[in-house]
C-alpha cells in the first residue's frame, strides 16, 4: 500500500498539556497553539490551580501567551483536585473541563495531592452528579516499575463506586491499564506518543537519556507494543494526550533530572511518522481528535492542519531573549513528516 504524501487533520486535539506560568508559558504556549484546536491544561502550578479566580486568571495568561492563535486555540482548563463544595464546582462549570488528580508525591508539583482516596469521594460524588470528568495520575508511590499496575485497584473501585462519573486513565504506560479499558463502561484514558515509542531501555539502558525520564516511567517492550497497537487500532476509548512538560535545560541536565519530556513542537509530525510507518494513517484522525470529541462531546474551533510527507529536523532547543533553554524530545533529529506552513 502507497501512503499519501499529505494528510489533513481536523481539529487536532492534546488532551494532556503542561504549559505552566511566566517566561516558560510564553516560549511553549504558541507551538501547541499553532497545531491544535484545544488542549487539556495541566493544573499543577506552584501553587496548584485550587479556585475559580486563580482558573480564569491562568486562562487569561495563556490566551494572552498564544496571542492571535488565540482564535483557533481553545484551553480546557483544569482544577487540581482538593474537597470542593457543590457551590465552588458549579460556579467554576461554565470555565471548567475536568478536575486532576494527582496522589500525594508522586509527580512534579503533587505536594498537595491527595493521601486517601477515600477523602476524595464526596467531591467525586459532586462531580459525578454535575458530570464533571476526573482526570487521574494513576500512580502509587510503590517501586517505581510496579506504580501503575498498584494503582489499577483504585480505578477499579473508583469505576465500580460512580458509575455515572467519567474517570479517565491519564498517560497509561503498561498493557495491563489498557485491559482495563475494556471492562468498565466508565473507564477511558489518554497516551502519550512517546509511550508509543520508546521503553525503559531508551531512557536507561545505554546513556541516562534525561529527555526521556518522565512519570510515569516508561516501562516494557511489550507494555509499548500493547499501547501502540491500539492507538493504530483507534481504540475508541483511548484519546492523545501528550503530558507535554517543559522543564528548563538546567533542571533536566543537572543532578536530580525533572520529570517531564517536551513533546509539543514535534507532536503531530512524529504521530504521522509513527502511524504512516505502520500503514495506520487513516486511523490517525480519530485518535488525535474523534473520539475526544465523541467521549467528552467537546466543540472546538473549526481548524484544520496539513502534514507533509517532507523532512523535518527538530529544532536542537528553544530559547527566549533572557536564557530560558529548553529540549525538545527528539531533539536535532530528522523526521519524515513536517507541518505544511500557513498559507
Ligand atoms: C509532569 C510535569 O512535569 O508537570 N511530569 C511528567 O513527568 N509527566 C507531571 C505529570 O504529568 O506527571
Ligand atoms: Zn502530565
Redesign the pocket.
Known amino acids: 500500500m502507497t501512503s499519501p504524501d499529505s494528510l489533513k487533520l481536523h481539529r487536532p486535539l492534546d488532551m ?1 498539556l ?1 504549559l505552566r506560568d511566566g517566561a516558560m508559558l510564553q516560549l511553549v504556549a504558541p507551538l501547541s497553539a499553532a497545531s491544535l484546536a484545544a488542549a487539556v491544561i ?1 493544573p ?1 502550578l506552584v501553587p496548584p490551580i485550587t479556585s475559580l479566580e486563580q482558573l480564569l486568571a491562568y486562562r487569561q495568561r495563556i490566551l494572552e501567551a498564544v496571542g492571535p492563535l488565540a482564535a483557533s486555540f481553545q484551553p480546557l482548563m483544569t482544577l487540581f483536585f482538593q474537597p470542593y463544595s457543590h457551590a465552588l464546582l458549579a460556579a467554576a462549570q461554565p470555565h471548567l473541563f475536568a478536575l486532576k488528580l494527582y496522589p500525594h508525591g ?5 505536594d498537595s495531592g491527595i493521601h486517601h482516596i477515600q477523602a476524595a469521594e464526596p467531591t467525586l460524588a459532586l462531580m459525578q452528579d454535575l458530570g464533571i470528568p476526573l482526570l487521574v ?1 494513576g500512580e502509587t508511590t510503590g517501586f517505581v516499575l510496579d506504580r501503575e499496575a498498584q494503582f489499577l485497584a483504585t480505578y477499579q473501585h473508583l469505576a465500580t463506586r460512580f458509575p455515572r462519573l467519567r474517570i479517565v486513565m ?2 497509561i504506560t503498561t498493557a495491563a491499564a489498557l485491559s482495563l479499558l475494556d471492562r468498565f463502561e466508565n473507564l477511558f484514558a489518554t497516551v502519550t506518543a512517546h509511550h508509543l515509542v520508546i521503553t525503559l531501555d531508551d531512557v536507561l539502558g545505554g546513556l541516562l537519556q534525561p529527555h526521556l525520564f ?2 510515569p516511567i516508561a516501562k516494557r517492550p511489550q507494555d509499548r507494543d500493547a499501547l501502540l497497537a491500539a492507538a493504530l487500532a483507534a481504540h475508541p476509548k483511548l484519546m492523545l494526550g501528550s ?1 507535554s ?1 517543559p ?1 528548563p535545560q538546567h533542571a533536566k541536565e543537572g543532578c536530580g533530572c ?4 517536551f513533546s509539543a513542537p514535534l507532536l503531530l509530525p512524529r504521530l504521522a511518522q509513527l502511524f504512516d510507518h505502520h500503514g495506520a494513517l487513516p486511523h490517525l484522525q480519530a485518535f488525535v481528535s474523534d473520539h475526544a470529541i465523541r467521549i467528552h462531546r467537546l466543540n472546538p474551533p473549526d481548524k484544520t492542519i496539513t502534514l507533509l510527507r517532507q523532512p523535518w529536523t527538530v529544532p536542537a532547543s528553544y530559547q527566549d531573549a533572557s536564557g530560558l533553554r529548553v529540549i525538545p524530545w527528539e531533539a536535532g533529529q530528522q523526521l519524515s513528516w513536517q507541518i505544511a506552513p500557513p498559507t
Open positions: 494532556h503542561h495541566m499543577n508522586v509527580t512534579t508539583n503533587s495520575h491519564e498517560h518522565c512519570k503530558d512538560a522543564h525533572a520529570a517531564g519530556v
